[in-house]
């Protein structure tokens, strides 16, 4: 399957559970102070999930720009230097407002996966929220219970507040979670070494890749939890990773995501991309990942400056600048030579790229 199908079976599964396609918020964020960039798809539900706002929609499915460069979900020193982890990402989430919870957003994520991904069954693993004393926090028994008559004991593990409490920032719509790992090393590896052991720990085959989080506090500023008054469903699958896993390799920059930008920066510079960890392996996987945050960014709305959240684009570019003149010996600008590639690959699911081809590249 193309990057493009997955995505498009995630949708259609979501859509024929009575969930509403919508589009994605842009990944700059001008009404929300408690951030500067879309972090999550969550963000542009959050009034929803504190109540302040009606939801038009119980149910909601959608890819959502994401950019992590900043604040609490920082993840921009690995960007580049791993396989997995990236600046902009997609993240394919389902949501309830109010209406479904645990049960139904677990085994749909387990039929998903297992039924129409294929994922087979004893590759995958599922964290449980263990509690929290200091916030009062009891273990997720709700959660724990539907896991358990789909997976054997020891594929599933519990996790302490970092992993599987998650919250939006400082404060905001907060909740226990769920997190599905999947083990993508080969027979010997995971005879030699049993999955369950390598969950969380920075495996580079042993990866998350979708979150269930179960809404049910807000966090207030100072510190305390405050039930919200209903509960509700926030889901995050990481796209780049979910499409490694389907086609069968072993970094997302292997995929049809980023091969043609790193196809085409090989073009441009003559070198050839090894997918291994040199620096100028590096400042291939650096370019095709700022490359799309830089240009989604900008189309969104948000120009290089020299504050706030303009300055951390700034930033991004600079850094993929210093990477393909360092490391690829291009001394020519490079970056924008790739926005048309990026544009097509992009025109059916985020337009805006195609229809702002020019001001972006200039
Ligand atoms: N809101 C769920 C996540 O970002 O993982």
């Given at each position: 399957m193309t990057a493009t199908e997955?995505?498009?079976?995630?949708?259609?599964?979501?859509?024929?559970?009575?969930?509403?396609?919508v589009a994605s918020a842009p990944i700059v964020l001008k009404d929300d102070p408690t951030l500067l960039f879309t972090n999550a798809g969550m963000n542009q539900f959050k009034d929803y999930f504190l109540g302040n706002k009606q939801a038009n929609y119980k149910r909601v499915v959608d890819t959502q720009k994401c950019l992590r460069v900043s604040g609490k979900h920082n993840d921009l020193e690995e960007v580049g230097v791993d396989t997995y982890h990236h600046t902009m990402f997609e993240m394919l989430g389902n949501w309830s407002f109010g209406d479904y919870f645990k049960e139904e957003a677990i085994t749909w994520s387990w039929e998903l996966l297992t039924e129409v991904y294929g994922i087979p069954k004893d590759r995958l693993y599922a964290s449980v929220f263990e509690g929290d004393e200091k916030?009062?926090?009891?273990?997720?028994?709700?959660?724990?219970?539907?896991?358990?008559?789909?997976?054997?004991?020891?594929?599933?593990?519990?996790?302490?507040?970092?992993?599987?409490?998650?919250?939006?920032?400082?404060?905001?719509?907060?909740?226990?979670?769920s997190e599905i790992h999947v083990d993508c090393r080969s027979d010997e590896e995971r005879a030699a070494v049993p999955g369950h052991l390598l969950v969380n720990k920075d495996h580079p085959q042993v990866i998350e890749i979708w979150n269930n989080v179960f809404m049910q506090?807000?966090?207030?500023?100072?510190?305390?939890?405050?039930?919200?008054?209903?509960?509700?469903?926030?889901?995050?699958?990481?796209?780049e990773r979910l499409v490694r896993v389907l086609q069968g390799k072993s970094s997302n920059y292997d995929t049809d995501i980023f091969m043609g930008s790193i196809e085409e920066t090989e073009k441009i510079s003559g070198q050839k991309y090894t997918a291994g960890d040199s620096k100028k392996d590096v400042a291939f996987r650096v370019i095709a990942d700022h490359i799309r945050a830089i240009s989604f960014t900008i189309a969104d709305g948000q120009l290089?400056?020299?504050?706030?959240?303009?300055?951390?684009?700034?930033?991004?570019?600079?850094?993929?600048?210093?990477?393909?003149?360092?490391?690829?010996?291009?001394?020519?600008?490079l970056l924008h030579l790739l926005i048309p590639g990026l544009a097509k690959q992009f025109s059916d699911v985020f337009p805006e790229l195609q229809a702002q081809l020019s001001f972006v590249s200039k």
């Amino acid at each position: 399957m193309t990057a493009t199908e997955i995505r498009n079976k995630f949708l259609r599964f979501f859509e024929e559970k009575g969930h509403q396609i919508v589009a994605s918020a842009p990944i700059v964020l001008k009404d929300d102070p408690t951030l500067l960039f879309t972090n999550a798809g969550m963000n542009q539900f959050k009034d929803y999930f504190l109540g302040n706002k009606q939801a038009n929609y119980k149910r909601v499915v959608d890819t959502q720009k994401c950019l992590r460069v900043s604040g609490k979900h920082n993840d921009l020193e690995e960007v580049g230097v791993d396989t997995y982890h990236h600046t902009m990402f997609e993240m394919l989430g389902n949501w309830s407002f109010g209406d479904y919870f645990k049960e139904e957003a677990i085994t749909w994520s387990w039929e998903l996966l297992t039924e129409v991904y294929g994922i087979p069954k004893d590759r995958l693993y599922a964290s449980v929220f263990e509690g929290d004393e200091k916030d009062n926090l009891p273990p997720s028994t709700v959660a724990l219970k539907i896991w358990k008559t789909l997976l054997p004991d020891n594929h599933i593990v519990f996790g302490n507040k970092k992993d599987n409490f998650w919250e939006m920032g400082d404060t905001g719509p907060c909740g226990p979670c769920s997190e599905i790992h999947v083990d993508c090393r080969s027979d010997e590896e995971r005879a030699a070494v049993p999955g369950h052991l390598l969950v969380n720990k920075d495996h580079p085959q042993v990866i998350e890749i979708w979150n269930n989080v179960f809404m049910q506090y807000n966090r207030l500023k100072d510190g305390s939890l405050q039930p919200l008054a209903s509960t509700h469903v926030d889901t995050g699958m990481g796209l780049e990773r979910l499409v490694r896993v389907l086609q069968g390799k072993s970094s997302n920059y292997d995929t049809d995501i980023f091969m043609g930008s790193i196809e085409e920066t090989e073009k441009i510079s003559g070198q050839k991309y090894t997918a291994g960890d040199s620096k100028k392996d590096v400042a291939f996987r650096v370019i095709a990942d700022h490359i799309r945050a830089i240009s989604f960014t900008i189309a969104d709305g948000q120009l290089p400056s020299n504050t706030g959240a303009g300055y951390v684009i700034r930033r991004i570019l600079r850094r993929a600048v210093r990477y393909y003149y360092s490391y690829l010996e291009v001394k020519e600008p490079l970056l924008h030579l790739l926005i048309p590639g990026l544009a097509k690959q992009f025109s059916d699911v985020f337009p805006e790229l195609q229809a702002q081809l020019s001001f972006v590249s200039k």
